[in-house]
């Protein structure tokens, strides 16, 4: 029997190691990797080809989100099942419009979780129910870049959501640029274009469109220099 390969992203160690642990009795499912951050589960996804991604939203670096994006760019067959602790509409509407194949709460029993890493192999979406109610109807081209902004102009590119999360997360240009392997002056030129193009000119300001675009959790600590 070929058993369905999994990818595990999640930032929490404990929680990670519960999800492996419960999917371990599963013997149609295999996780082959662990991913703490969203940019380790992209390039972990590059390198294995995991059939499924169970993908937490609230991942630091790089969010679940912006990982799923890329993810699906890259990899269209791979199908992402993202994890949330909340069914706020932003994220499940993101979720949809990203093409993510399903949405789980984390709250889910472990039965749920298997059932829906088998149905989204098969092709089929699988949306919990407090998702499902929320989930748009929507065209994928209406989807913002970085979040649900209504103005086309405020459409974010993968770079600059992933330099508006560092930011948000308290990192100054000199550590974003180590952490991306660009230049300070390129982060600080991405960091102009956001406040530009956002029209917002401090970084606590960053931070709140950060957390109501759904690009970091409200929950995530973050420091604000």
Excluded: W
């Excluded at 979040?147 to 770079?159: C, E, I, M, T």
């Amino acid at each position: 029997m070929k058993r369905i390969t999994v990818l595990l992203a999640e930032d929490h160690h404990l929680v990670r190691e519960g999800f492996r642990s419960l999917l371990e009795h599963e013997q149609d499912i295999e996780v082959v990797a662990e991913a703490a951050t969203g940019r380790q589960a992209v390039q972990l996804t590059r390198k294995l080809r995991p059939a499924v991604v169970v993908m937490d939203i609230a991942m630091p670096l790089l969010n679940g989100l912006e990982a799923t994006r890329q993810i699906r760019k890259d990899f269209p067959d791979i199908k992402v099942l993202i994890l949330s602790a909340h069914s706020d509409d932003v994220y499940v509407e993101q979720v949809a419009l990203l093409g993510a194949a399903g949405f789980l709460l984390k709250q889910t029993s472990s039965h749920i979780l298997a059932n829906a890493i088998r149905e989204v192999q098969k092709g089929t979406t699988f949306f919990s129910a407090p998702a499902s109610k929320r989930r748009p109807g929507c065209d994928p081209k209406s989807l913002k870049r970085g979040g649900p902004s209504k103005k086309k102009s405020n459409r974010l590119s993968s770079r600059e959501a992933e330099v508006l999360q560092l930011i948000a997360e308290g990192m100054p240009n000199k550590q974003v640029a180590a952490e991306l392997g660009v230049s300070f002056k390129t982060v600080d030129k991405h960091r102009q274009h956001l406040m530009a193009k956002l029209n917002i000119h401090d970084v606590a300001g960053l931070t709140r469109y950060a957390i109501s675009a759904g690009i970091i959790e409200s929950t995530v600590p973050v420091t604000i220099t």
